[in-house]
T-cell receptor, first 114, second 112 residues
């Protein structure tokens, strides 16, 4: 069975610093996709970044990068130069082969302080 | 130019009532989903439709019935509402096989 684990319920980071949010996954399928979503206090779910299991390079989108370590089954999100607006819940999710179903982790609440 | 929209945004109702939530996407996607986020922020898929055909039906009570009149719309009807149905319901859409799902703003349902 597929599973996503986010072990950090909360993280603090100072503005302009980088922060890493941890995500590990468990699957026996060789083909899968990994996603990160941001949920600010206003409640919407915002797609941030995607990594395919066969992608050779780590995904990057602006200040977001995904540190993909396949052997360790980890897909950590790195946010560089944190901004106050980055304060939110962050969810890691996985999609397996032959299914569109996303399985989510329990989320990490990130707080950025000045 | 909203991508995935849901109505209503808030829904407060009494136990036992029947209610519907509507979802529309203008992204040209062929697959739509309903997810439920509980009070602990845990997100779980309920249903998915591809071109009006039901693809995923998780273990959801049959009081919940999705309806897809066309591939741009996926509505969720809930009969005989219970206290435990209180949650945030998210609609999402994607292109099949490409995977990235884009979410609507959510509908906050409170059953009293």
């Amino acid at each position: 069975a597929q599973k996503i684990t986010q072990t950090q319920p909360g993280m603090f980071v100072q503005e302009k610093e980088a922060v890493t949010l941890d995500c590990t996954y468990d699957t026996s399928d060789p083909s899968y996709g990994l996603f990160w979503y941001k949920q600010p206090s206003s409640g919407e779910m915002i797609f941030l970044i995607y990594q395919g299991s066969y992608d050779q390079q780590n995904a990057t989108e602006g200040r977001y990068s995904l540190n993909f370590q396949k052997a360790r089954k980890s897909a950590n999100l790195v946010i560089s130069a944190s901004q106050l607006g980055d304060s939110a819940m962050y969810f890691c999710a996985m999609r397996g082969p032959n299914t569109d179903k996303l399985i989510f982790g329990t989320g990490t609440r990130l707080q950025v302080f000045p | 130019d909203t991508a995935v929209s849901q109505t209503p945004k808030y829904l407060v109702t009494q136990m036992g009532n029947d209610k519907s939530i509507k979802c529309e996407q203008n992204l040209g996607h062929d697959t739509m989903y309903w997810y439920k986020q509980d009070s602990k922020k845990f997100l779980k898929i309920m249903f998915s439709y591809n071109n009006k055909e039901l693809i995923i039906n998780e273990t959801v009570p049959n009081r919940f019935s999705p309806k897809s009149p066309d591939k741009a719309h996926l509505n969720l009807h809930i009969n005989s509402l219970e206290l435990g149905d209180s949650a945030v319901y998210f609609c999402a859409s994607s292109l099949r096989d490409l995977g990235t799902q884009y979410f609507g703003p959510g509908t906050r349902l409170l059953v009293l």
